[in-house]
């Protein structure tokens, strides 16, 4: 008997092993889609921007003047815009009622989209821009005026006058590094400028645009751009060369006081490139090769989104890309697209199976389940191989049906005297 019950048991217990084994472990980065080519040739393109009125809308522009207009939960969805240059557009930025935004490039380009029409026109009075390559445009928080920069470190604030004719007023007049990035806080007065090697300024718009620079160029860092995707601490982040993040505190009250730290990511390889907003408090931060980081402004962390490995696994074609921005999609910010120079739009989302807390209860049920099963099943294999405890079982079972069936007779006869009792008396 016992050779027979120790093959049994071993099957068993190797069965509840396997079982238990059986865990899903989830992906902690999204997954890529296939790709929306908005072209068979190359775009060039250099920048992305979302906003739009009542439903998000996205400007892509670069070379050659060139712009479209793209529907931010279904990029298929797409409107070709006619730009009066042809020189290439390098930064974009709504207005923060979303019915208008103004793209910016080289040799002092300065246009206005208008989504009524879909027109996209010359700004006017931008001619002073003219032989001066604008890398970088943001709208104040109030909307009342921009902020437009770039080539020798020239800044403007921008606004439409009487007539609509637009009323410049130089804020830095002195040539120095080049303007790479300009955001402004979203609820504040404040926005912040990021340049290639003098460090980082704020601009006061309650204090007729005063600029005040608080730092970061003691180690001659490249800034290339700058969020203020948080609205409750009145944080700001820029990226820099190296992987450097440098963390701006705004002093709303005193912004000459303002600070940076800066922060350097060792985790990852590759340079930051640009940097969007994807939700609340969080941005992310596209990457030379091509990958992406999620930089949570709160927190102060950063983590993968897009792993470059993934995408060469994908497709060394895709990895050879350049990243020129991503956005988020409205309802979900774990879905969104990434945009390459070239004209590709990849749909980024949360793998399959990505519920840890959901798997996890999964096998805890699976596991109770096996736990009740499994004994049975030992009982059952130990029985089916042993011989005295079939005897025995079948031996009792067998006793007590004779024991029932004699109870059933004794009832029956008793039941016969008391009716031939009850008859004869």
């Known amino acids: 008997m016992a050779n027979k019950v ?6 068993v217990c190797l069965l509840l092993v396997s079982c238990l084994a059986s865990t899903v472990t989830a992906e902690g980065t999204v997954e890529l889609d296939e790709v929306i080519w908005l072209s068979d040739g190359d775009l060039g393109l250099e920048v992305i921007a979302a906003g739009g009125e ?3 809308k996205i400007l892509v522009a670069g070379a050659d003047g060139y712009a479209r207009l793209l529907d931010g939960d279904d990029p298929n969805i797409q409107i070709e815009l006619a730009t009066p ?4 557009i390098r930064a974009i930025d709504w207005h923060p009622r979303g019915m208008t935004a103004i793209l910016v490039g080289d040799n002092g380009a300065m246009l206005r989209y208008a989504s009524e029409d879909h027109s996209v026109t010359t700004v006017s009075g931008s001619a002073q821009l003219n032989n001066l390559d604008m890398a970088a445009i943001a ?6 005026d921009a902020y437009v920069g770039g080539e020798d470190g020239y800044l403007w604030a921008y606004h439409e006058g009487e007539g609509g004719q637009g009323v410049f007023q130089l804020l830095i007049s002195e040539p120095g590094s080049a303007i790479t990035g300009i955001a402004c806080q979203a609820e504040e007065s404040l926005c912040v400028v990021t340049t290639e090697t003098d460090g980082i300024a704020i601009i006061d718009s309650n204090s007729n645009h005063t600029v005040h620079w608080i730092g970061g160029d003691s180690d001659g860092r490249i800034w290339r751009g700058v969020n203020c995707a948080e609205p409750v601490f009145n944080r700001c982040v820029a990226i820099g060369d190296g992987r450097a993040i440098g963390i701006i505190g705004l002093d709303i009250q005193t912004p000459e006081r303002s600070t940076i730290f800066t922060n350097i990511i060792p985790s990852i390889s590759g340079e930051f490139t640009h940097i969007h907003t994807r939700e609340s408090s969080e941005a992310l931060v596209t990457m030379a090769p091509f990958q992406v980081m999620a930089w949570d402004l709160s927190a102060g962390e950063a983590y993968e989104w897009v792993e470059y490995e993934e995408v060469v696994e994908t497709s060394s074609d895709l990895a050879g890309e350049r990243l020129v921005g991503s956005w988020a999609t409205t309802d979900n910010a774990n879905i969104g697209f990434i945009v390459t120079s070239f004209g590709g739009i990849i749909e980024f989302h949360p793998p399959v199976e990505t519920d840890v807390w959901t798997d996890s209860l999964i ?4 596991g109770v389940v096996v736990l009740i099963a499994v004994p049975g099943s030992v009982l ?8 005295t405890l079939q005897k025995k079982y079948f031996a009792r079972r067998n006793a007590k049906y004779e024991a029932a069936e004699n109870a059933r007779i004794e009832k029956e006869k008793a039941e016969k005297r008391a009716a031939r009792k009850a008859k004869h008396s």
């Open 85 to 88: 240059v042809d020189d290439t």
């Open 380 to 387: 059952g294999l130990i029985f089916m191989n042993s011989e």
């Open 139 to 144: 709208w104040n928080a109030a909307g009342a």
């Open 54 to 56: 009542t439903t998000q």
């Open 363 to 366: 096998s805890y049920i699976l």
């Open 6 to 11: 120790g093959p049994a048991c071993t099957l």
